[in-house]
Nanobody
Framework: QVQLAESGGGLVQPGGSLRLSCTGS????????VNWYRQAPNKERELVAS?????????NYADSVKGRCTISRVHATNTVYLQMNSMKPEDTALYYC?????????WGQGTQVTVSS
């Protein structure tokens, strides 16, 4: 059974940092591109960052986080990380990881990030 689980969210002050984690199970995680999305109240869901499979490629970032976020993965632990620095109140959202497996979309349950003083 394909499962994704996010962790690492929380309350952080503006200018602070957080590292989100997404751990996959039930499949060969390293074979798949993994995406981080976020959704804030009353806003559309946004693709924040994407990292290719072990097959290669380069990560992609939304313009809104470029230069402040780094996506990475550790194949041995089936984990993808989203390091977020210089955080802003507008980064406040529910963050999800997602991938496509056998033609179907799989999402984690999300982890809440709140940036506030």
């Amino acid at each position: 059974q394909v499962q994704l689980a996010e962790s690492g969210g929380g309350l952080v002050q503006p200018g602070g940092s957080l590292r989100l984690s997404c751990t996959g199970s039930g499949f060969t995680f390293s074979f798949y591109r993994v995406n981080w999305y976020r959704q804030a109240p009353n806003k559309e869901r946004e693709l924040v960052a994407s990292i290719p499979s072990a097959g290669g490629g380069i990560p992609n970032y939304a313009d809104s986080v470029k230069g402040r976020c780094t996506i990475s993965r550790v194949h041995a632990t089936n984990t993808v990380y989203l390091q977020m620095n210089s955080m802003k109140p507008e980064d406040t959202a529910l963050y999800y990881c997602m991938l496509v497996f056998n033609g179907a979309d799989y999402w984690g349950q999300g982890t809440q990030v709140t940036v506030s003083s």
